[in-house]
C-alpha cells in the first residue's frame, strides 16, 4: 500500500495547493494522512474539508512536537510492505511523483528501500509550474553506504518532500525518543538513518517534487550565524547516530575494509557527496596507518576519474 503523510503546522495558505497535488496523482491507489501539528491557523479545517471530499485522505490533529514526531507517528500507523511518502504541507509534487517513484522501487535491478527524486525550488504562484507528468530520467542506483555515513556522515538524499521509504526500513531507524531536537530538519534522521541500516539507496533523477522557498523556511537560504545552535544540532546527530547503532548492533566507528568496499561504488554516487569524504577526515580515523593510506589514495583516484 502507497500511503502519503503530509507534515503541517501553520501553513494553511500553503496547504490546499498542496492537497491538490496529491488528489491529482495518476497513480490514484494511496492513503494519505494530513498530521496538523497543532496549528493555530485554518490547516486544520483545509484537511478537513478534503477528508470529506475524497476519502483517501484523512486528517489527525495532535499538540505542537514538530517534525520529528509526524515520522514517528508515522512510523506507528504503517505495515513493513508499505510504500511511505512524506510532504510537506508547503511543497508540491508533479502528478506522476507516486507512480515514477513506485516504477523506480519495483524495479527488480533496483530493488530499493529508500527512493528519493531530484527536486526544484520555486516561490512564484503555482501558476507558472508545470505539474504535468515529467520525462522518466535514468534511476541511479547508489548502493549500500554504511560505512562511509559512520565514519565522514555522508548526507546520501534530499529534502524531505523528495524521500520515500519502505515500511520495514522505517520500523529499523524509526521511533526515535528525542523529538524535541528534531522539530526541524528530521529529514536528517531518515536519509542518515537509512544508510547505517544498510539500505540500498537509489535516486530517480526526475524533477517531480517542487520546494516552495518563503519567509518561513525552517533552513533554506539561512546562514549558520548561531555557533551553539549549530553545535546542538551537531549533538543530536550524534546522539542519534549512536542510538541507532546500538539499536542495530553496529560499532560507531566502522571497519576501514567495510568504508574500502564501498568507496569502490563510489563512481555511482553524486559528485557533491565526495565533499563529506576529506582526505583530512579520513586520516583522523582511529585507523591503522596503512588503512588510512589506501582509503586516501582510493579517494584521490576516484576524484581524478572524476566520478
Not at 6 to 29: H, I, K, M, P, W
Not at 81 to 107: G, I, K, Y
Amino acid at each position: 500500500m502507497i500511503r502519503v503523510f503530509v507534515s503541517c503546522f501553520n501553513y494553511g495558505r500553503f496547504l490546499e495547493d498542496c492537497l491538490r497535488s496529491v488528489a491529482r496523482q495518476t497513480q490514484s491507489d494511496f492513503h494519505c494522512t494530513v498530521v496538523d501539528d497543532g496549528s493555530s491557523d485554518h490547516s486544520l479545517a483545509i484537511a478537513s474539508v478534503f477528508c470529506d471530499e475524497d476519502k483517501r485522505f484523512e486528517a489527525i490533529t495532535q499538540k505542537n512536537a514538530g517534525q520529528l514526531s509526524v515520522f514517528n507517528r508515522a512510523c506507528t500507523s504503517v505495515s513493513a510492505d508499505d510504500l511511505v511518502f512524506f510532504l510537506d504541507a508547503d511543497d508540491l509534487w508533479a502528478d506522476d511523483h507516486l507512480s515514477s517513484v513506485l516504477e523506480a522501487a519495483n524495479d527488480s535491478f533496483v530493488n530499493s528501500d529508500f527512493v528519493f527524486t531530484n527536486h526544484l525550488n520555486f516561490s512564484s504562484g503555482i501558476d507558472s509550474l508545470d505539474l504535468s507528468q515529467h520525462p522518466r530520467l535514468p534511476v541511479r542506483v547508489l548502493g549500500i553506504t554504511s560505512g562511509v555515513t559512520r565514519a565522514f556522515q555522508c548526507w546520501i538524499g534530499n529534502v524531505t518532500s523528495s524521500l520515500c521509504l519502505r515500511g520495514r526500513l522505517l520500523h529499523r531507524i524509526l521511533p526515535y525518543p528525542f523529538e524535541n531536537e528534531w522539530r526541524v530538519r528530521a529529514d536528517d534522521v531518515l536519509v542518515l538513518g537509512a544508510s547505517i541500516c544498510g539500505a540500498r539507496k537509489c535516486y530517480l533523477q526526475s524533477n517531480s517534487v517542487y520546494y516552495r522557498v518563503h519567509e518561513n523556511n525552517s533552513h533554506y537560504g539561512k546562514k549558520a550565524t548561531n555557533p551553539s545552535g549549530t553545535a546542538s544540532h551537531v549533538i543530536a546527530r550524534e546522539r542519534y547516530l549512536n542510538w541507532l547503532c546500538s539499536r542495530e548492533h553496529l560499532d560507531r566507528v566502522p571497519s576501514p575494509f567495510l568504508v574500502s568496499c564501498e568507496m569502490e561504488a563510489m563512481s555511482e554516487w553524486d559528485k557533491c557527496n565526495y565533499s563529506r569524504i576529506r582526505l583530512k577526515s579520513i586520516m583522523c580515523q582511529p585507523w591503522p596507518l596503512v588503512h588510512r593510506m589506501k582509503l586516501a589514495i582510493r579517494l584521490l583516484k576516484n576524484n581524478l576519474r572524476g566520478d
